[in-house]
Structures are given as structure tokens and as C-alpha cells.
């Protein structure tokens, strides 16, 4: 333990006495990345003397770091984004030392990798298993200065610390360089030259650091930044980083005081995307007590006052969440099917006397003046019977009608036979199409204004009144849909699928409506079809009615009843495939 704390604090003097590091003698010009024999391979391009190279994994994301000793870039500090082949996402590169040109390959995946010099650079080679793709190079795509995807240095930072008095609520964790040290009654401005020497960034400690000594504190594979932020925090201490690049330790106190004696600056930032008012709110609770927002709704422009430092992280902020989002175009398939099949047949018998009593239900007769009438007749003298079987259950509509009858002496027998087989099919199918950004509602409807009656019954006085009212009820064919694309380009899909319909109903009602809906929460990939709902309803109704004891002898039954079926079934398919719109330019 002694030796690592004493190597630590000879670092910064055996550094010091070492020669200076010779001028770079090689360029990185340019990248190129392009498939072979089932592999990805990129090839930094180096021109001039020779090189050395360095590389290492970092993760979430996955990314591969590599390190090129004497050498300078000529790209600047690129970033080439939504690059997307052979499992390379985006690759950024910068001249992190003087003399080291560091190429950062940001992975759709973990991948195993190779690195090797060629004759004309340095080439990383990817197991990625992706197949044939089209070839890039860093010529056909100019470098942006933000991503789709910001990975921040550190959370101290884009390089270095935010004001103590703004530290996030949750943090993602810091892709910064890895430490394990331990300090054992040490100096806080020995640690603090530890970790500038660790970090190669300029770390100048305030008047309060100097009489602050740290009893005991053990590092364990932690990030440089994180590990220094929570032994400053537990100091009472604060990080500030200079527009220079330095970083400035000194009490919290200090700092805040420093920050409200500070001028304010005003600037303007012109919002591209985004609403202004929707920033606004965001950036907010990131300003100080004497910082303020407005917005300009005619240019849509972000106005903020505050402290230099203050407004420098406004700005790197509006960077990150001013940024074009995809369009989704979504085309749903609704699918709704009724199927009806329904069966009768029924037997009904009339037996008249034609000189005596008659029941007229069926069929009319001649009354005592000869008029035809279907009045009941019932003579009270002689002997006389008429009868009626099944009369009350007929078929509606029947499709076959047989009648006969029978002449005995001065009775007739009238016989119906009527049967009916219908079959009806419904198929209601709908295709919405709706293009809306990324985390935006998108509503769609077709269909019609379905007015209905309303009757509102009240009291007056002794008597009643009636006030009718009428109100228009929507029917059709809708689609909700407020999708989201993810980091690794898949859409969560919040969905409202709906098909209604109005028909006649018996009675007073006067109208019905039917209603078929799905909601649901579902995450796809590009392109992929899910099914939100798959619905089957069977709706089997039977009926028998006829003459007591005779409708149920065998074989004979059913000359002496009516019998009804009705099979009705419902199928509803709701079907919804996304596309995410490519930005073209």
C-alpha cells in the first residue's frame, strides 16, 4: 500500500524530469470501413513515419478504443454518425495527447476484434457475422460536432466537472479510464495530483484543499472522474471546469459564492427541432438563482441569462436535445369478419269445420253474411272442433313454402311447411397509413357522424315534459399510435385500434352500436408486423317449440314442432407493421 501511494506521488517528478516527447511524424488522413470474407474491417489510414498503437474494450455502449502513439490527426475531432454496417454504429476520433490520435468505434454489439499494421495504416477487424454490406469511408460523410446518441466523457463534464450545486439525479455510467489506487493519510493535493497525472487533464486545488488530509480511501476498477467526484464530495469540496479545460477544486462554499458574484451573460439559441417552450421547461431547473429563460415563439429561440459557465452548459445541453428525431410511418390492417348461418323449419297444422266453430288465425273463412274474415267463430249449437298447431312460431321470410290440404266430409285440414337456410357474411377490412415523429401522437380516423335521439323526461307541476335532444356519435375505422425508436432502432408502439359500427335495433331504441377495439403496448423491430389482437366469437342459438308430448316422440316429434338455428361468428385481426422514415439529405 505504502509503494503505490509513494509510486503515486513520484509520478509527477520522474514525469517532469523525462525528455520531451518527440513532434509527431505521421497523419491519420482518413477511415474506411468495408466487409471481407465474413468480417468487418476498418482501416485507419496513417501516412509519414512510423506508428504505435494501443487498444482496449469499454462497454455500455460497446465500444473499441484505439490509441495511435505519434501520430496527429488531420480530420480534427470528428464524429461520423449513423453509419450502421457490419455492427459499426458511429466512429469518433480526436487528438487526445499531443502526439496520440484516439479512433473510438462505437459497436451495435459486442464483437470480438483483431488490430493490425498494414502497409497503408492500421486495420481493426470485427467478427461481426453481418454479412455483405455497402462500403463507407470517412470521404463520403462529413464529421458532426453532436450524436444521436451523446456519450459524455465523463459526468464531470464533457471533459472535466459541472458546478457541484447542479449534479445530476442519475447519471449513466462514465466511459472515463479505469482506477485502483488507495491513499492512506495523505494530502488532498497530492490525491488531486494523482489524479491529474492518471487523467492528463489540469487539476488546480483552492485555498481550502491545503489543509485537508484524507485518512483512508481505497479505489477498486472505478472511472477516474466518478472515483474523484464522490472523494471530493465527501470532503465537502466541488469541481469546476474552466472554459479552458481546467478543472477547479475548492470548497462548495466557495464555489457558489464565487458563481453569484460572477457577471451574467445573456445568449440566444436558434432551436431547430424541438419546440422552444418544451426546453424551456427542461433547462429551467439547471440555472441559478439569478439566471433566467424566455422564449421567442416567431424564431423559436431559447434566450438565457446567467453565469458564463452556466450558459456554456446550456448550450452543450441544447446540443444533445435539439436534434433531428426519426418519423415512423405505421400501416395498420383491421380485419373484421361476421359470419351468420342460420337453419328453420316449421310445421303448422289448421283444422276448420266449415259448418261449426273455426279459429281463424292462419287462414280466413266466409262469416254468416259471406264477408272473408279471420275472427275466431264459434257456433254454440251441433257438434263442432277446430284446432291450431304450431301457428304462433312461423318462419320469418322462409325460402320454401308448401301448403296442402285435407277434405274430410265437412272438415278441412290445412298443413304449412316452411323451411329456410340463409348464410351471411360480413368482411369489414380497413389500412390506415400514418406517418408521425418519434414520440409523437398520431391520430387517424374514417368514418361518419352517426346522429342518435336523446329524450330527457322531466316533471312540471303536476304534468310531465319531454325534451328530445339529438347527439352525433363518431363510427368507423380508427387508429392511435404514439410510437418510440429506441438506441438499438426498434419502435415501442402505445396503440389504439378501433372499428365500430351503427345498425337498427328493434323497439324504441331505434339504433346500436357495435364496437371492436385493442389496446396495446408492443415493441417491434424495423419493419416487423405485430398482431395486436386476434378475436373469435361464437354466438350458437337454438329454439324448439311445438305441441306438448307430441313434439317429443321420436322420428314423428317434429311433423308437430318448429325448430330454430342460428350460428353466429366474429373474427377481429388487428395487424400493425412500422417503418422508421430515413432522414435523407
Not at 283444422?351 to 273455426?358: N, T, Y
Not at 324448439?544 to 350460428?567: K, Q, Y
Amino acid at each position: 500500500m505504502m509503494r503505490r501511494l509513494t509510486l503515486a506521488l513520484l509520478l509527477p517528478t520522474l514525469l517532469a524530469a523525462a525528455p520531451p516527447a518527440a513532434a509527431p511524424s505521421a497523419d491519420v488522413t482518413s477511415l474506411r470501413l468495408e466487409p471481407r470474407e465474413g468480417r468487418t474491417e476498418l482501416t485507419v489510414a496513417v501516412s509519414g513515419g512510423d506508428v504505435k498503437w494501443s487498444d482496449f474494450r469499454l462497454g455500455g455502449p460497446p465500444r473499441v478504443v484505439l490509441d495511435i502513439a505519434g501520430a496527429r490527426t488531420g480530420m480534427g475531432n470528428g464524429r461520423f454518425e449513423g453509419i450502421n454496417r457490419g455492427g459499426i454504429a458511429s466512429v469518433r476520433t480526436s487528438q487526445y495527447l499531443p502526439d496520440v490520435v484516439r479512433v473510438v468505434m462505437v459497436l451495435d454489439r459486442s464483437a470480438e476484434y483483431t488490430v493490425a499494421r498494414t502497409a497503408d495504416g492500421i486495420k481493426v477487424s470485427f467478427a461481426a457475422g453481418s454479412g455483405q454490406f455497402q462500403p463507407w469511408s470517412s470521404g463520403a460523410q462529413a464529421p458532426v460536432r453532436t450524436a444521436a446518441r451523446p456519450q459524455p466523457a465523463s459526468p464531470l463534464g464533457e471533459s472535466g466537472a459541472p458546478r457541484a450545486s447542479q449534479q445530476p439525479s442519475q447519471q449513466r455510467r462514465s466511459p472515463a479510464r479505469r482506477i485502483t489506487v488507495t491513499f492512506e493519510n495523505t494530502a488532498m493535493r497530492d490525491v488531486l495530483a494523482s489524479f491529474a497525472e492518471f487523467s492528463g487533464r489540469s487539476i488546480v486545488p483552492g485555498a481550502e484543499v491545503a489543509g485537508i488530509v484524507v485518512p483512508f480511501v481505497e479505489i477498486r476498477n472505478q472511472p477516474w472522474d466518478e472515483a474523484l467526484r464522490a472523494i471530493l464530495q465527501s470532503f465537502g469540496l466541488a469541481a469546476v471546469e474552466e472554459p479552458s479545460g481546467i478543472i477547479r477544486v475548492d470548497a462548495l462554499a466557495n464555489v457558489n459564492a464565487r458563481q453569484r458574484q460572477e457577471a451574467l451573460s445573456t445568449q440566444p439559441f436558434r432551436i431547430n427541432y424541438v419546440p422552444a417552450t418544451e426546453l424551456q421547461a427542461t433547462i429551467q431547473p439547471i440555472l441559478t438563482e439569478r439566471g433566467s429563460i424566455a422564449t421567442n415563439a416567431t424564431t423559436n429561440t431559447l434566450i438565457v441569462t446567467d453565469v458564463p459557465s452556466v450558459v456554456e452548459d446550456v448550450r452543450k445541453l441544447i446540443a444533445q436535445l435539439d436534434i433531428q428525431t426519426p418519423q415512423v410511418a405505421i400501416q395498420a390492417k383491421i380485419v373484421f369478419i361476421n359470419r351468420t348461418d342460420a337453419e328453420e323449419l316449421g310445421i303448422t297444422y289448421d283444422l276448420k269445420d266449415s259448418r261449426g266453430s273455426s279459429i281463424n288465425s292462419m287462414t280466413s273463412i266466409p262469416d254468416a253474411s259471406g264477408t272473408q274474415t279471420n275472427a275466431n267463430f264459434v257456433s254454440l249449437g251441433g257438434n263442432s272442433i277446430a284446432a291450431l298447431g304450431n301457428a304462433n312460431s312461423r318462419v320469418q321470410g322462409p325460402s320454401l313454402q308448401i301448403v296442402s290440404s285435407l277434405v274430410l266430409g265437412r272438415y278441412t285440414l290445412v298443413n304449412f311447411l316452411e323451411a329456410l337456410q340463409s348464410a351471411q357474411l360480413s368482411d369489414v377490412q380497413a389500412s390506415p397509413v400514418v406517418t408521425t415523429l418519434s414520440n409523437r401522437e398520431a391520430n387517424v380516423w374514417v368514418g361518419e357522424r352517426t346522429p342518435i335521439r336523446v329524450v330527457d323526461v322531466g316533471s312540471q307541476g303536476t304534468g310531465s315534459t319531454a325534451r328530445s335532444t339529438s347527439q352525433l356519435v363518431e363510427t368507423g375505422i380508427r387508429l392511435i399510435v404514439t410510437p418510440q425508436v429506441t438506441s438499438d432502432r426498434k419502435i415501442l408502439m402505445q396503440i389504439h385500434a378501433e372499428r365500430s359500427a351503427a345498425q337498427p335495433a328493434p323497439g324504441e331504441i331505434g339504433v346500436s352500436f357495435s364496437n371492436q377495439s385493442g389496446d396495446t403496448r408492443v415493441m417491434v423491430a424495423d419493419g416487423e408486423t405485430a398482431v395486436l389482437g386476434g378475436l373469435t366469437v361464437t354466438e350458437v342459438t337454438g329454439t324448439r317449440v311445438g305441441i306438448p308430448f307430441l313434439m317429443d316422440i321420436p322420428v314423428l316429434g317434429a311433423l308437430f314442432r318448429h325448430t330454430s338455428n342460428n350460428e353466429q361468428k366474429r373474427d377481429l385481426l388487428i395487424m400493425v407493421t412500422p417503418h422508421i422514415v430515413e432522414n435523407r439529405p
